[in-house]
């Protein structure tokens, strides 16, 4: 901790999501953490960065009704190595989007109003 | 037991404007008028007071805000933002400092024109990186998927969460100062406009302006006022995460750790409290805290809330005033929830007074289930 971070977590995040990964860290006790982090929470311990399978089950989910616009989902996503993420479960009715539904991740390319972000598809099994 | 219990009482309250307050009235407008007016209801004045604590979402440094408006120098400022529940803070932080000898008169102040200025202009969005791109609606959404993952474990069911809105309007209707009257029924509820399922706009707390004030003492002052006390038994804060998909379970709420150390402290237990008053944001707030605080038992609480059992008449008075659903919601609302509670306690609720109350909890919510505190008020029998 002593020294300059040349990186921030986020921009780590970015460049994995950049090659299709999606990551996240681990503790030293092999815990997983989700969102990225310079310190480890509880322990404060360092923090070691992991790409995901991005293979996920539905843990909670809302269908959301702009007044102006289509309906569209928000869900929250168990990854099997064991972190909780928000994001969207897309080319799906939303309002099928049904809890303990299997995912998997999908990267939604950066524009220049939004940055490199994870999705979702539902997948057999 | 702790050695803190009773040794402060909430002796003055007041609501500043509510509803829709004057073109261009500010918070500091609203919690100046509320100020004044809970030192008028207890009989104090504004020399008395050494030490202010308020919280808005529209002011960053809202104490250095409000003593210059009110043009005192309290020996003890307190600014802590945690969200609707930073009232029940304050008390427990009032408490500590009135224990130690620092102030002895303590203000507690809230305001807003959210609904004058627009829930946007009132709030000012922090930057999300790992939840701004998936557009939830905040906060309506995140309740919403905690009241998703409730009826999948739990087989909650949305008509149950509406019977919690109908109920909070019948409280209201007895409430004159409540900003909505009109007959709501379940089915109402249902067919309102969805916001995020499983939440119509029914299941979520009205967007209203407002503000009002406590005043706290101790008991030695309390005795040559105007009010009757409300001894503060007990206080519990918790803080179990900021964003929501950060919520450890999203079924259990922080409630389950500040209740029972209030409880504690208070030395009662939830069989012995004659009146809730739990910060309802969403239909199912009201439901996480009846089971979190141990009024019914986890997952019971959609059969619990059935057949009126928390409206007027019923075996668990919760939410007196209407609530955030239908009584008032500038934003932040637990200080109208601590007002309530003393007000029951004191007996001057009128039509919607609720028989012999001794003992009354008052619990606050914040950010999206994120900090939890409990405050339990006591008459004087129960000292």
């Known amino acids: ?125 | 037991m702790s050695n803190h219990r009773g040794n402060i009482a909430i002796v003055g309250t007041a609501e500043s404007d509510l509803g829709v307050v004057a073109p261009d009235m500010t918070p500091f407008d609203l919690m100046a008028q509320g100020t004044m007016r809970a030192l008028d209801n207890c009989g104090l004045k504004l020399s008395d007071v050494d030490g202010y604590f308020a919280a808005t979402s529209q002011s960053r440094m809202v104490a250095m805000a409000m003593c210059e408006y009110l043009g005192i120098q309290p020996k003890y400022f307190d600014s802590t933002q945690i969200g609707g529940s930073s009232f029940m803070a304050h008390v427990a932080h009032a408490q500590a400092a009135i224990a130690a000898g620092v102030c002895e008169v303590v203000v507690i102040a809230y305001g807003s024109t959210q609904r004058s200025v627009s829930r946007a202009a009132a709030s000012a969005r922090e930057p999300n990186a790992y939840e701004d791109p998936y557009k939830p609606m905040m906060p309506p959404s995140a309740y919403a998927l905690a009241a998703s993952r409730h009826m999948h474990e739990y087989g909650t069911t949305r008509e149950q969460l509406a019977e919690i809105a109908v109920a909070a309007r019948n409280w209201a209707k007895l409430n004159p100062v409540a900003y909505r009257q009109d007959d709501l029924t379940v089915d109402d509820v249902l067919n309102a406009p969805m916001i995020s399922y499983p939440f119509t706009v029914r299941d979520c707390c009205l967007v209203t302006d407002g503000g009002g004030a406590i005043v706290i003492t101790t008991p030695e002052r309390a005795k040559d006022l105007k009010t009757k006390p409300a001894y503060v038994l007990g206080t519990g804060e918790h803080i179990s995460h900021n964003m929501i998909s950060a919520m450890p379970d999203m079924t259990v709420s922080g409630a389950a750790h500040s209740g029972p150390i209030a409880y504690k402290e208070a030395g009662v237990t939830v069989k012995d409290i004659d009146v809730f008053e739990l910060y309802d944001a969403f239909t199912i707030n009201t439901l996480l805290f009846l089971e979190d605080l141990g009024v019914c038992a986890k997952g019971e609480g959609g059969a619990f809330v059935e057949n009126n059992r928390i409206g007027p008449g019923g075996e668990v008075p919760v939410n007196t005033n209407g609530g955030g659903l239908s009584y008032c919601h500038p934003g932040m609302y637990g200080l109208f929830l601590l007002i309530e509670a003393t007000r029951q306690i004191q007996g001057v609720c009128g039509d919607r007074q609720v028989d012999d109350v001794n003992l009354a909890i008052a619990h606050g919510n914040g950010g999206v289930l994120s900090s939890q505190c409990t405050v339990i008020l006591g008459s004087e029998d129960t000292l």
């Open chain 1, 1 to 125: 901790m002593s020294e300059r971070a040349e990186t921030s977590p986020l921009a780590v995040f970015r460049e994995y999501c950049d090659k299709g990964d999606l990551a996240y860290q681990v503790t030293e006790d092999g815990e997983a953490v989700f969102y990225p982090r310079l310190v480890a929470p509880k322990t404060g311990g360092a923090l070691e960065w992991k790409v995901s399978k991005g293979l996920g089950t539905v843990y909670a989910t809302t269908t959301l009704h702009p007044r102006n616009g289509e309906p569209y989902d928000v869900s929250m996503i168990d990854l099997d190595e064991g972190f909780r993420m928000m994001s969207r479960v897309e080319n799906i009715d939303p309002a099928d989007v049904k809890i303990g539904m299997r995912v998997k991740v999908r990267m939604i390319p950066g524009t220049d109003d939004q940055p490199v972000y994870p999705v979702f598809d539902p997948v057999e099994g």
